[in-house]
């Protein structure tokens, strides 16, 4: 029963997967992890796989960690569920907003928990109406997204944002959002410095919110650094510009730190990375790790004033908002992160290291462009260096990568052409090591396969 094939084929007849393509996954059968440790997975069939992606960018402690087990064991014998609905709390969620406001920005202090990203994302899009609505200007409805964003899988979230396949999936039926475009210089920067690209798109942005009428948009959502649309990491200029823009303009700034929250970028958040002041921020993943599902959003004191003296009740909440067992696991994870002082070990030690190395990846024939920020980086893979020519879409050059990656033991993600990593956060220099010398030869095996 418990053989590869078995499980293969009982997973195969019963198991819907996310993000999936059945016929493609039937043909060869899914991948099953079956153990982990630190940084590194291990299969049904026993190979030993080092995990470039920390699960799908969240297990940032690294797995294996017993603290998370035992708290969570310790809570779930305690109290394994109450609720927060009708002024009722408890221990864990207390002492997680607490905890919270200690890292987070110091105008964030008030938390609202969820089950997911996705969930708190869709939060934020009813309470940033809320709070307009309150504030007297409940023309302010719309949501600017960006072009290749991901923001999460249910309705509102898939419709906000910006990946062309989700919209070509029926069942959106979410209106009022507009779509700007992304820093994405490699791509489209042209002939552009990558500075004046930045400022180009925060421009570009500003008067796609001037042109709908800025009094109409209640706020504009996006993540530090765009993640699951192919690690794009902004110009410098690009986020000064458009955070005093969207400030003049009133429009509320959403940093979804999803992914880069919790050390990612080398500070606990993205936003402090970039020196942006956001009113709502989405955390999920790096909140517990990933070791039980669990979403927050924060909100800045001039939201939390409204939304708790002026603006009565806010009709919303899910059964499993500030769940006791995630709460626990999201406190000790927090504990693991601070007593380690991993969010410092990100800024200035492991981080550079990788960063160093990963960047030598761009002397690789295949390579466009190699970057890293903290510890989230993206290889562009291209048909000509020179002229920045990405490769034709068809030829699948990102899966084909992605898959020599796997058959020798490292897990890469592609977002079409660009192998991204995001790797726990208590990587070790030799594992950072390891980790680029097996990049170097799934590229080069990638080469040899194209005949390039
Ligand atoms: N926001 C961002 C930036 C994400 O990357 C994701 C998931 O990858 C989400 C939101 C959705 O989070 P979840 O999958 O927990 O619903």
């Known amino acids: 029963l418990n053989s590869t094939e078995s499980l293969r084929a009982m997973d195969a007849a019963h198991h819907l997967h996310p993000f999936t393509d059945a016929s493609a996954l039937n043909a060869k059968g899914a991948r099953i992890i079956t153990h982990a440790d630190g940084v590194h997975l291990t299969d049904s069939d026993g190979n030993r796989i080092l995990d470039g992606m920390a699960g799908l960018w969240c297990v940032a402690i690294g797995y294996g960690r017993p603290e998370i087990a035992d708290a969570v064991a310790r809570q779930l014998r305690q109290l394994p569920f109450y609720n927060t609905f009708f002024q009722t709390s408890h221990p864990p969620v207390i002492e997680l907003g607490h905890l919270l406001s200690q890292v987070t920005p110091d105008h964030i202090n008030r938390f609202f928990f969820t089950g997911s990203g996705s969930d708190a994302n869709d939060t934020i899009f009813r309470m940033i109406a809320h709070y307009w609505a309150v504030m007297g200007q409940p023309d302010r409805t719309i949501i600017v997204s960006r072009q ?3 923001h999460g899988s249910t309705v509102a979230a898939s419709a906000v944002g910006g990946f062309g396949f989700m919209h070509a999936q029926p069942g959106l039926p979410v209106g009022n959002i507009l779509h700007a475009p992304r820093p994405a210089w ?15 798109v925060a421009r570009d942005t500003l008067a796609l919110i001037d042109g709908i009428g800025a009094h109409r948009v209640a706020g504009f959502i996006a993540e530090p650094i765009m993640g699951a649309g192919g690690v794009i990491i902004p110009p410098d200029s690009y986020w000064p510009a458009l955070s005093a823009g969207l400030t003049e303009r009133g429009v509320m700034l959403i940093s979804d730190e999803v992914i880069c929250g919790f050390g ?16 709502f921020m989405t955390m999920a993943k790096g909140l517990t790790s990933g070791y039980i599902p669990m979403g927050a959003v924060g909100v800045s004191d001039r939201v939390a004033e409204v939304l708790t003296a002026k603006g009565g009740e806010f009709a919303h909440g899910y059964t499993y908002s500030g769940h006791p067992a995630a709460c626990a696991a999201a406190i000790a994870n927090l504990g693991i992160l601070r007593s380690e002082g991993i969010v410092d070990r990100v800024a200035d030690d492991i981080g550079p290291y990788l960063q160093g190395k990963w960047r030598a990846l761009a002397d690789h024939p295949l390579v466009g462009e190699a970057v890293m920020t903290g510890l989230i980086g993206a290889i562009q893979l291209c048909a000509d260096k020179g002229a920045r020519r990405a490769f034709d879409e068809d030829l699948g050059v990102g899966m084909m990568c992605r898959e020599h990656a796997f058959a020798n033991g490292l897990i890469m993600r592609a977002v079409g052409d660009r192998m991204v990593v995001s ?21 080069d095996l990638t080469q040899a396969q194209l005949g390039h």
């Open 423 to 443: 790797p726990p956060l208590v990587l070790t220099h030799a594992e950072a090591d390891e980790l680029v010398e097996k990049a170097w030869r799934v590229l």
């Open 186 to 200: 490699w791509a489209e920067g042209g002939e552009l410095s990558p500075e004046d690209f930045g400022l180009k």
């Open 148 to 150: 290749g964003a991901y």
């Open 264 to 279: 990612r970028t080398g500070s606990w958040f993205g936003c402090q990375t970039y020196g942006t002041t956001p009113d």
